[in-house]
Protein backbone atom coordinates (compact mmCIF):
# COMPACT_ATOMS: atom_id res chain seq x y z
CA UNK A 1 0.00 0.00 0.00
CA UNK A 2 1.34 3.74 -0.29
CA UNK A 3 0.59 5.67 3.01
CA UNK A 4 0.23 9.34 3.08
CA UNK A 5 1.90 11.59 5.59
CA UNK A 6 0.38 15.03 6.45
CA UNK A 7 1.89 17.94 8.07
CA UNK A 8 1.11 19.59 10.17
CA UNK A 9 -1.78 17.74 12.05
CA UNK A 10 -3.35 20.97 13.11
CA UNK A 11 -2.25 24.65 12.36
CA UNK A 12 -3.80 27.78 13.97
CA UNK A 13 -3.89 30.51 11.35
CA UNK A 14 -5.61 34.15 10.97
CA UNK A 15 -7.72 35.60 7.88
CA UNK A 16 -5.50 36.62 5.75
CA UNK A 17 -2.74 34.56 6.32
CA UNK A 18 -1.25 32.35 3.69
CA UNK A 19 -0.66 28.50 4.97
CA UNK A 20 0.94 25.55 2.96
CA UNK A 21 -0.13 22.30 4.31
CA UNK A 22 2.38 19.02 2.99
CA UNK A 23 1.56 15.78 1.70
CA UNK A 24 4.07 12.95 1.64
CA UNK A 25 3.62 9.49 0.06
CA UNK A 26 5.32 6.87 0.85
CA UNK A 27 6.54 6.20 -2.99
CA UNK A 28 6.38 7.41 -5.75
CA UNK A 29 2.69 8.66 -7.11
CA UNK A 30 3.79 10.48 -10.16
CA UNK A 31 1.08 13.36 -9.88
CA UNK A 32 -1.82 11.59 -8.85
CA UNK A 33 -2.78 13.42 -5.49
CA UNK A 34 -5.65 14.99 -4.38
CA UNK A 35 -6.77 17.25 -1.94
CA UNK A 36 -10.29 17.87 0.23
CA UNK A 37 -12.03 20.06 2.37
CA UNK A 38 -13.89 18.85 5.12
CA UNK A 39 -16.00 20.73 7.28
CA UNK A 40 -17.99 19.62 10.42
CA UNK A 41 -20.70 17.32 9.72
CA UNK A 42 -20.61 17.33 6.34
CA UNK A 43 -19.33 15.47 3.52
CA UNK A 44 -15.82 15.86 2.02
CA UNK A 45 -15.41 18.07 -1.15
CA UNK A 46 -13.05 18.15 -3.77
CA UNK A 47 -10.74 21.41 -3.72
CA UNK A 48 -6.99 20.41 -6.18
CA UNK A 49 -6.82 16.70 -8.47
CA UNK A 50 -3.86 15.81 -10.20
CA UNK A 51 -1.96 17.84 -7.86
CA UNK A 52 -2.16 21.31 -9.43
CA UNK A 53 -5.92 21.42 -11.14
CA UNK A 54 -8.67 23.65 -9.32
CA UNK A 55 -11.85 22.02 -9.86
CA UNK A 56 -14.44 23.92 -11.08
CA UNK A 57 -16.30 26.27 -8.48
CA UNK A 58 -13.64 26.50 -6.08
CA UNK A 59 -11.62 29.63 -5.10
CA UNK A 60 -8.65 30.50 -7.09
CA UNK A 61 -6.59 31.38 -3.51
CA UNK A 62 -6.44 27.30 -3.37
CA UNK A 63 -3.31 25.95 -5.28
CA UNK A 64 -1.63 22.84 -5.34
CA UNK A 65 2.15 21.55 -6.56
CA UNK A 66 4.62 18.94 -6.21
CA UNK A 67 5.51 15.45 -8.30
CA UNK A 68 6.68 12.23 -7.02
CA UNK A 69 6.27 11.91 -3.34
CA UNK A 70 5.90 15.41 -1.90
CA UNK A 71 2.93 17.77 -2.37
CA UNK A 72 1.57 21.46 -0.82
CA UNK A 73 -1.36 22.69 -0.67
CA UNK A 74 -1.53 26.54 -0.81
CA UNK A 75 -4.05 28.93 0.61
CA UNK A 76 -2.96 31.92 -0.50
CA UNK A 77 -5.63 34.42 1.67
CA UNK A 78 -6.98 32.53 4.31
CA UNK A 79 -10.94 33.52 4.67
CA UNK A 80 -13.61 32.45 7.41
CA UNK A 81 -14.83 29.92 5.53
CA UNK A 82 -11.55 27.84 5.16
CA UNK A 83 -10.86 26.85 8.05
CA UNK A 84 -11.53 23.04 8.31
CA UNK A 85 -9.74 19.66 8.20
CA UNK A 86 -7.78 18.97 4.72
CA UNK A 87 -7.23 15.95 3.19
CA UNK A 88 -4.62 14.37 0.42
CA UNK A 89 -5.54 12.00 -0.77
CA UNK A 90 -3.38 9.25 -3.41
CA UNK A 91 -5.19 8.16 -6.55
CA UNK A 92 -2.56 6.43 -8.10
CA UNK A 93 -3.19 2.91 -7.40
CA UNK A 94 -5.84 0.87 -5.12
CA UNK A 95 -6.28 0.90 -2.45
CA UNK A 96 -6.41 4.19 -2.33
CA UNK A 97 -5.30 6.24 1.12
CA UNK A 98 -5.73 9.40 2.49
CA UNK A 99 -3.40 11.00 4.84
CA UNK A 100 -4.96 11.62 8.26
CA UNK A 101 -6.18 15.42 8.18
CA UNK A 102 -4.70 18.56 9.03
CA UNK A 103 -6.80 20.79 11.00
CA UNK A 104 -7.15 24.28 10.18
CA UNK A 105 -8.09 26.65 13.44
CA UNK A 106 -8.48 30.18 14.00
CA UNK B 1 -26.98 18.59 -11.41
CA UNK B 2 -24.93 15.11 -10.14
CA UNK B 3 -26.55 14.37 -6.78
CA UNK B 4 -25.75 11.44 -4.44
CA UNK B 5 -28.36 10.87 -1.79
CA UNK B 6 -27.95 8.36 0.78
CA UNK B 7 -30.38 6.65 3.03
CA UNK B 8 -31.01 7.22 6.82
CA UNK B 9 -29.08 6.87 9.77
CA UNK B 10 -29.46 3.19 11.55
CA UNK B 11 -29.05 1.55 14.71
CA UNK B 12 -28.51 -2.13 15.16
CA UNK B 13 -27.38 -4.38 17.36
CA UNK B 14 -23.98 -6.46 16.89
CA UNK B 15 -24.29 -9.50 14.87
CA UNK B 16 -26.79 -7.76 13.08
CA UNK B 17 -26.94 -7.62 9.48
CA UNK B 18 -27.76 -4.23 7.51
CA UNK B 19 -27.54 -2.84 3.75
CA UNK B 20 -27.27 1.25 3.34
CA UNK B 21 -28.56 2.80 -0.15
CA UNK B 22 -26.77 5.45 -2.19
CA UNK B 23 -29.16 7.14 -5.52
CA UNK B 24 -27.41 8.71 -8.24
CA UNK B 25 -28.63 11.36 -9.95
CA UNK B 26 -28.32 14.01 -12.28
CA UNK B 27 -25.64 11.71 -14.59
CA UNK B 28 -25.10 8.40 -15.97
CA UNK B 29 -24.73 6.16 -12.99
CA UNK B 30 -23.62 3.29 -15.10
CA UNK B 31 -20.52 5.17 -16.68
CA UNK B 32 -18.75 6.01 -13.41
CA UNK B 33 -17.40 4.28 -10.62
CA UNK B 34 -19.24 4.24 -7.47
CA UNK B 35 -17.24 3.77 -3.91
CA UNK B 36 -17.58 3.97 -0.11
CA UNK B 37 -15.24 5.45 2.35
CA UNK B 38 -15.89 4.95 6.27
CA UNK B 39 -15.25 7.74 8.79
CA UNK B 40 -15.13 6.69 12.25
CA UNK B 41 -16.36 8.90 15.00
CA UNK B 42 -13.35 11.86 15.48
CA UNK B 43 -11.28 10.43 12.83
CA UNK B 44 -9.94 10.63 9.02
CA UNK B 45 -11.17 9.23 5.96
CA UNK B 46 -10.94 5.26 4.78
CA UNK B 47 -11.40 4.63 1.10
CA UNK B 48 -13.50 1.12 1.51
CA UNK B 49 -14.06 0.11 -2.06
CA UNK B 50 -15.35 0.93 -5.86
CA UNK B 51 -17.33 -0.67 -8.45
CA UNK B 52 -18.45 0.21 -12.12
CA UNK B 53 -22.29 -0.43 -12.22
CA UNK B 54 -23.50 -3.27 -14.38
CA UNK B 55 -19.62 -4.11 -14.81
CA UNK B 56 -17.23 -6.51 -13.59
CA UNK B 57 -16.53 -7.02 -9.81
CA UNK B 58 -16.06 -4.56 -6.86
CA UNK B 59 -12.25 -3.65 -5.62
CA UNK B 60 -12.09 -3.66 -1.84
CA UNK B 61 -9.38 -2.32 0.06
CA UNK B 62 -7.54 -5.53 1.85
CA UNK B 63 -8.31 -3.32 5.29
CA UNK B 64 -12.27 -4.00 4.01
CA UNK B 65 -12.03 -7.29 2.03
CA UNK B 66 -14.72 -10.04 3.33
CA UNK B 67 -15.80 -7.38 5.94
CA UNK B 68 -18.48 -5.52 3.80
CA UNK B 69 -19.91 -5.83 0.21
CA UNK B 70 -20.05 -3.98 -2.35
CA UNK B 71 -23.06 -3.72 -5.00
CA UNK B 72 -24.96 -1.84 -7.31
CA UNK B 73 -28.26 -1.69 -9.39
CA UNK B 74 -27.49 0.34 -12.70
CA UNK B 75 -31.11 0.05 -13.41
CA UNK B 76 -32.37 1.90 -10.37
CA UNK B 77 -28.89 3.51 -10.35
CA UNK B 78 -28.29 3.10 -6.48
CA UNK B 79 -25.19 1.64 -4.91
CA UNK B 80 -24.89 -0.50 -1.90
CA UNK B 81 -23.25 -1.20 0.85
CA UNK B 82 -23.90 -4.38 3.11
CA UNK B 83 -22.74 -6.48 6.13
CA UNK B 84 -23.78 -9.50 7.08
CA UNK B 85 -22.76 -9.45 10.59
CA UNK B 86 -22.28 -6.11 12.47
CA UNK B 87 -19.66 -5.10 14.79
CA UNK B 88 -19.59 -2.19 17.22
CA UNK B 89 -16.15 -1.13 15.61
CA UNK B 90 -18.68 -1.02 12.48
CA UNK B 91 -19.95 2.71 14.41
CA UNK B 92 -19.34 5.52 12.26
CA UNK B 93 -20.26 7.55 8.79
CA UNK B 94 -20.33 6.03 5.88
CA UNK B 95 -20.27 8.08 2.66
CA UNK B 96 -20.80 7.14 -0.63
CA UNK B 97 -18.32 8.49 -3.35
CA UNK B 98 -18.20 9.15 -7.23
CA UNK B 99 -15.16 8.91 -8.96
CA UNK B 100 -14.58 10.72 -12.04
CA UNK B 101 -12.35 9.16 -14.27
CA UNK B 102 -9.48 11.78 -15.57
CA UNK B 103 -5.82 10.79 -17.54
CA UNK B 104 -5.39 7.43 -15.94
CA UNK B 105 -6.77 7.95 -12.65
CA UNK B 106 -9.91 8.20 -11.06
CA UNK B 107 -10.98 11.13 -8.51
CA UNK B 108 -14.00 11.67 -5.82
CA UNK B 109 -15.46 14.33 -7.50
CA UNK B 110 -18.93 14.00 -5.83
CA UNK B 111 -19.90 12.65 -2.32
CA UNK B 112 -23.12 11.59 -0.65
CA UNK B 113 -24.23 13.46 2.58
CA UNK B 114 -23.24 10.34 4.31
CA UNK B 115 -24.76 7.44 6.42
CA UNK B 116 -24.36 7.36 10.36
CA UNK B 117 -24.42 3.81 11.67
CA UNK B 118 -24.28 2.75 15.06
CA UNK B 119 -24.10 -0.52 16.15
CA UNK B 120 -24.52 -1.41 20.11
CA UNK B 121 -26.16 -3.35 22.31
Known amino acids: DIQMTQSPSSLSASVGDRVTITCRAS??????LNWYQQKPGKAPKLLIYDASSLQSGVPSRFSGSGYGTDFTLTISSLQPEDFATYYCQQSYRTPVHFGQGTKLEI | EVQLVQSGAEVKKPGESLRISCKGS????????IGWVRQMPGKGLEWMGI????????IYSPSFQGQVSISADKSISTAYLQWSSLKASDTAMYYC??????????????WGQGTLVTVSS
Open chain 2, 51 to 58: MFPGDSGP
Open chain 1, 27 to 32: QSISSY
Open chain 2, 97 to 110: ARHWQVGGTRVIDY
Open chain 2, 26 to 33: GYSFATFW
